[in-house]
């Protein structure tokens, strides 16, 4: 195993991965773009309700990625089994009960939000049909994450791919009406994506049980482990509450301009967040790489190899960053002609992209040393700083900015830069300060 685990080997198939699963929304998006605008932007705010869901869910996978790891590098095998049969049962559970919950009360989701006329409705046909088999998200979750924390990083790139053609396939034949088949628009957006999902589901769970894990090991949680229930808990919930922080003030910020500002500032939104995703994903990638090899050097006791994976994974990651969002100033408007030729919107989106500069040199020092403190089980301090800045700065800088003071959406610009920069150098204060040396969960025998 340990030959598998450096960084560049497990990086580049998690970075493909990212990428692949980023293009199910961006296809999404794209195929709706050409179908009607206001459907588009109906997915858009449909998938930020997916998106809590999805963090949720998070709790269980992020923690099972950080205790498999450290498991693992303190040379406990069967602690990490144990894990792994707890995170697919937990996942299950809670996947199940939010279909459920989703299923019930997508339309009152929705119109708390603040999405009205076409948009609501667009948005409940897609929120009913996706949000109502979500559980297969959470079950792919904690596949793909017992997979990495095992260095098996190919494998789920691999079947992302196969799910990225299903979906671009059937979106286009279910949107478009194509090989005979009725033109759907929404509704076809929704029934490829589920689909591609259960197909996922069915493939990764045979290649987990044929290969890195035993259906045995499900006997492993009789007695009931309680510890490491516990510990999944209370490393899942800090580590995912960060995220949910985040997702929850973005809904919170949809709303805002849903009620005081125009649709043609939520369209450029929409379509400016899909652009930006592909800023970041390369620190993602790394990111979640380095979180891997961090929990292993911790479980092992090399703190001093958890530091400079971290560092070193933060320096790539800056380059990289700030290489693709200054060449992407050239050609902004090009960029978001990707999606539209409206000259409004065109404009709003361009003009976010130099404000945005600022907002990806904060969010990658947040995406790296976060995803490094997770690794070291240090959860709890980004979570509290994350509640601090994204709701005072962020969200109610977001307010102030583009409502009393007049900016609009380049105000809220303002504030994500002003909340991703501030927690940035927090955070890498924090990791400078050496206290996430002593939170690991795992201690390699003696």
Not at 255 to 273: E, Q, R
Not at 315 to 324: D, R
């Amino acid at each position: 195993m340990e030959k598998r685990m450096n960084l560049l080997s497990l990086t580049w198939p998690i970075f493909i991965e990212n990428v692949l699963f980023m293009l199910l929304g961006f296809i999404d998006i794209f195929v709706l773009s050409r179908y009607n605008d206001i459907a588009a932007s109906a997915v858009s705010a449909a998938n930020q309700v997916i998106s809590i869901c999805n963090l949720v869910f998070s709790i269980i996978s992020g923690a099972t990625a950080i205790l498999i790891s450290q498991s693992l590098g303190a040379q406990k095998r069967q602690t990490a089994s144990m894990i792994a049969a707890l995170s697919l049962v937990f996942s299950s559970i809670i996947g199940i009960v939010i279909s459920a919950l989703i299923a019930l009360f997508h339309r009152p989701l929705l119109a708390a939000l603040g999405a009205q006329g076409q948009i609501l409705e667009y948005g409940c046909e897609y929120l009913l049909i996706v949000g109502g088999f979500i559980f297969t998200q959470a079950i792919l979750n904690s596949v793909t994450a017992i997979l990495r924390s095992h260095g098996y990083t190919k494998t789920s790139m691999y079947v992302t791919a196969i799910m990225n053609i299903l979906n671009a396939v059937l979106d286009t034949a279910f949107v478009l009406g194509l090989f005979g088949l009725p033109s759907l628009g929404v509704r076809g957006v929704a029934i490829a994506t589920t689909l591609a999902r259960v197909a996922g589901i069915c493939i990764l769970c045979f290649l987990l049980f044929k290969g890195v894990e035993s259906p045995s090991i499900f006997a492993l949680l009789k007695p009931f482990p309680k510890q490491e229930a516990k510990k999944i808990l209370l490393v899942g919930i800090p580590s995912a509450f960060e995220t949910i922080n985040y997702n929850v003030a973005q809904l919170v910020v949809t709303s805002i301009i849903f009620h005081f500002l125009s649709d043609n500032d939520f369209i450029a939104k929409t379509y400016f967040s899909n652009i930006v995703i592909f800023f970041y994903i390369f620190s993602n990638s790394i990111a979640q790489a380095a979180q891997i090899l961090v929990g292993y050097h911790i479980g092992n006791g090399d703190t001093d190899s958890a530091d400079r994976v971290c560092m070193h994974s933060l320096k790539v990651s800056l380059l990289i960053a700030m290489s693709i969002s200054i060449g992407a100033l050239f050609v902004r408007r090009y960029l978001m002609m990707v999606f539209t030729t409206d000259p409004v919107i065109v404009q709003i989106g361009a003009s976010l992209f130099f404000i945005d500069l600022f907002v990806e040199l904060g969010r990658t020092f947040n995406i790296v040393v976060i995803n490094g403190l997770r690794g070291a089980g240090d959860t709890v301090f980004p979570s509290v700083v994350a509640v601090f800045s994204m709701w005072l700065v962020a969200t109610l800088g977001a307010f102030i900015l583009a409502v009393p003071m007049g900016l609009g959406l380049p105000g809220i610009w303002i504030a994500f830069a002003a909340d991703e920069c501030l927690r940035g150098l927090l955070m890498q204060l924090r990791w400078k300060s050496g206290k996430w040396k002593t939170k690991s969960l795992y201690h390699k025998a003696a």
